[in-house]
């Protein structure tokens, strides 16, 4: 957040008239006093805001909806200290510019890590402060009146004495040639009108209706549908195409083959796919071809014996449990886990010799264009992305695989094409989560509280491939998220991270990364030792929290609500987890779940209190939650992707099962409400939601589950 607390503001003229408002990362006053002057283009802002002579005000939105709610919440940031209505506020996409829409602290565009909140939260109250305060100066430069004496209010200047008003757009020219103000004064919270407030979301009429436009929707004269067959093995090439009974379909146009791909261009997508079919393949797998899940968990298991880099140290954790008379150890393993992204991957091209225009939804539309413009040779300005709607993402679209795939076809075919990956092809080639394995241990003391902890976790680094710069000495945050920020109170700690490449897998962000695995591991272990104690897994909790008292609010709150305590029906059971990571947010959840004598789960009930700071629409907060306990309940019952000779075994819904509607329990979701800065809360409610459901497992049967998914392991043998 310091980084945006630092932003320098600026107006410019906008084209066609009104004026313009944005920020810029700071270098200096000089940029200030110039911006007044300028077109925005010259100042390279992150974002910004446009006010025509109509009184139409535009947000460009620098960060992608994805059914998170960013369409709706950062309107209303703007809105608020603006003075208008949230039905004024009209959108348009930001096109690819790391100068212009970087996101402060990432430095670059991208929409993920929870963050369109946190990290815009001021600049863009500043932006519509500045902007309020200019109009407001404009009318009573035009009525040669003191500025104090007028006040903004739905679009409105008034002179509060005489009554006299003018509409923004009447003002918007005059505007644009005033000074730009030093210092903007932002509402007090007990002022707000919009902000804390329900708001109904502003997406949802033209996804009802049908009129929203997702990548998947393209349609341009011309253009054709092509649907690929990628190596089954990462690094396999294609060694051998039969395609003469493709060729003979009806609606096929053309056989595109790539050095580890092949693609059927059609006239429609049911050709595509049966042009498809009518293959003959041979593949060449490479060295990842003999390579199980098996082999992984074993280079995983063999490095769990090898120190880690120390992420965290206070004390002699080790000493201290060497050397302790009652010691609790376990194992923990977390696996590979698919997005399933309700639209599956898909990216239209047309390239052209001096041109390259992409269609697609993505997180990270400025990865999107340099990797066009590398396939290509183009310069970046020659590489045109338009961004649309993503249905789902979950992380998955960080990456932009997929992108110089399209492009290559595209390049072999005349005009525009549509490259769509079947169901099967987007989980078989998906970026997946990590699979993790832990070691961790805990000294306790004659009341079975513990005095030392070790936690040695052990995976891959997203990071180290993605943003390499923010692995440092050998950490990379997001691996250890959640580990490092153990919320308990013990008084020696260490925290160990083993990085291990993972072979014959592509591994990327899920809806959270390391803090899903962190959060199962820790609070399943904290149970284990309120287990070992005979101490209620609360109160052993509350216990070990003398120092958050927020941490200690969500979990009295969700443990009210949740009548923990009460007594339950036969056969079912209680567990309860505490969160906090970097998102900045604390939760805690109690879900209440059964099993079955053939080991299958049915969670009934869960309960989840959240403190994110600052509140800008509970209803999405409400929702974000929601949704993530609905993501993490499936994966914590059946998530998992496993290899065979290099391959993904699962391919669609029937082996990459989701929560059904009538699966699905009741929730609840309490806010707890302040006025710290605001925290994330698109991933939270995912990474919370395995160990409450865990340890409701292990109330309801007395079975402890240290490996997921859990129903694979209730199984009768």
């Known amino acids: 957040m310091e980084l945006s607390r630092r932003q320098l503001l600026f107006v410019g003229a906008a084209a066609g008239g009104g004026f313009l408002v944005g920020w810029h990362r700071p270098s200096g006053p000089r940029i200030l006093a110039a911006a007044a002057k300028a077109a925005p283009a010259v100042f390279a802002p992150n974002a910004f805001i446009r006010i025509g002579r109509d009184g139409r005000i535009t947000l460009i939105m620098n960060q992608v909806e994805m059914g998170q709610g960013t369409y709706t919440s950062m309107p209303m940031l703007l809105a608020e200290e603006l003075e208008v209505g949230l039905d004024q506020i009209h959108l348009e996409h930001a096109p690819p510019d790391d100068k212009l829409y970087s996101v402060p602290v990432f430095g670059f565009q991208v929409t993920g890590a929870s963050c369109s909140v946190r990290l815009l939260y001021e600049p863009l109250r500043r932006a519509g402060a500045a902007a309020r305060s200019m109009l407001v100066a404009a009318a009573a430069q035009t009525w040669s009146v003191d500025a104090a004496s007028c006040r903004a209010e739905k679009g409105v200047v008034t002179h509060t004495p005489t009554g006299r008003t003018l509409r923004y757009g009447a003002l918007a020219d005059k505007a644009a040639t005033l000074p730009v103000p030093a210092q903007v004064v932002l509402k007090d919270p007990r002022e707000f009108k919009l902000i804390g407030t329900p708001a109904k979301r502003l997406d949802t009429p033209a996804k009802v209706n049908g009129t929203a436009q997702f990548g998947i929707d393209v349609r341009l004269p011309g253009m054709n549908i092509a649907t690929v067959a990628a190596s089954p093995v990462v690094g396999g090439k294609l060694a051998f195409v039969d395609d003469s009974k493709a060729k003979a379909i009806p609606g096929v146009r053309q056989i595109v083959r790539l050095d580890d791909a092949v693609a059927v261009v059609a006239d429609n997508m049911w050709a595509a796919k049966r042009g498809l079919k009518a293959l003959t393949l041979r593949w060449e797998d490479g060295p990842n071809g003999t390579i199980a899940t098996a082999d992984v968990v074993r280079g995983l298991a063999a490095a769990a014996e090898t120190p880690g880099v120390v992420a965290r140290n206070e004390g002699d954790a080790p000493g201290v449990i060497a050397g302790a008379s009652r010691k609790i150890e376990s194992v923990y393993e977390a696996p590979f886990l698919a997005h399933a992204a309700l639209e599956p991957i898909n990216c239209t091209v047309h390239v052209r010799p001096d041109r390259c225009e992409v269609w697609t939804g993505s997180q990270v539309l400025s990865r999107v264009q340099a990797a066009a413009a590398k396939v290509t040779g183009l310069p970046l300005e020659k590489v045109v992305v338009h961004n649309f709607y993503l249905g789902g993402a979950f992380?998955?679209?960080?990456?932009?695989?997929?992108?110089?795939?399209?492009?290559?076809?595209?390049?072999?075919?005349?005009?525009?094409?549509?490259?769509?990956?079947?169901?099967?092809?987007?989980?078989?080639?998906d970026v997946v989560r990590p699979y993790y394995y832990d070691r961790i241990a805990a000294a306790v003391d004659a009341r079975g509280m513990p005095t030392a902890w070790t936690h040695r976790l052990v995976g891959p680094s997203i990071m180290g491939r993605w943003a390499p710069p923010a692995v440092t000495n050998g950490i990379d945050p997001d691996a250890v998220d959640g580990a490092v920020d153990l919320l308990y109170d013990i008084p020696a700690i260490r925290v160990e991270y083993v990085r291990h490449e993972e072979p014959a897998l592509n591994t990327g962000f899920w809806r959270g990364v390391g803090v899903t695995h962190n959060t199962f591991?820790?609070?399943?272990?904290?149970?284990?030792?309120?287990?070992?104690?005979?101490?209620?897994?609360?109160?052993?909790?509350?216990?070990?929290?003398?120092?958050?008292?927020?941490?200690?609010?969500?979990?009295?709150?969700?443990?009210?609500?949740?009548?923990?305590?009460?007594?339950?029906?036969?056969?079912?059971?209680?567990?309860?987890?505490?969160?906090?990571?970097?998102w900045g947010s604390y939760l805690a959840a109690i879900a209440e779940a059964s099993v079955s004598k053939a080991g299958e789960v049915r969670v009934h009930r869960v309960v989840c209190a959240v403190d994110c700071g600052t509140v800008v629409n509970p209803d999405t907060v409400k929702a974000q939650i929601e949704g993530g306990i609905i993501f993490g309940i499936g994966g914590a019952l059946w998530g998992e992707v496993?290899?065979?000779?290099?391959?993904?075994?699962?391919?669609?819904?029937?082996?990459?099962?989701?929560?059904?509607?009538?699966?699905?329990?009741?929730?609840?979701?309490?806010?707890?409400r302040n006025l710290e800065a605001p925290g994330g809360i698109g991933e939270p409610g995912t990474a919370v939601t395995a160990p409450a459901v865990a340890n409701a497992v292990f109330a309801a049967t007395g079975k402890r589950i240290r490996k997921l998914p859990l129903e694979k392991q209730l199984r009768p043998a």
């Not at 065979?644 to 609840?668: C, M, T, W, Y």
Request: glycine share 8%; hydrophobic share 40%; charged share 25%.
């Open 395 to 429: 992380g998955r679209r960080l990456e932009v695989d997929y992108v110089p795939q399209a492009v290559r076809i595209g390049q072999q075919v005349q005009g525009p094409v549509k490259v769509i990956w079947t169901r099967e092809e987007d989980i078989r080639h």
């Open 521 to 582: 591991v820790i609070e399943s272990f904290i149970d284990e030792l309120a287990a070992a104690a005979k101490q209620d897994p609360v109160a052993y909790r509350r216990a070990l929290l003398g120092k958050s008292a927020r941490a200690k609010a969500v979990l009295d709150v969700a443990a009210r609500e949740a009548g923990w305590g009460r007594p339950l029906p036969e056969g079912r059971g209680r567990g309860v987890s505490v969160l906090y990571s970097g």
């Open 642 to 672: 496993t290899l065979e000779k290099g391959r993904i075994q699962q391919s669609n819904f029937h082996d990459v099962r989701v929560l059904r509607i009538n699966e699905a329990p009741a929730i609840a979701v309490h806010l707890v």
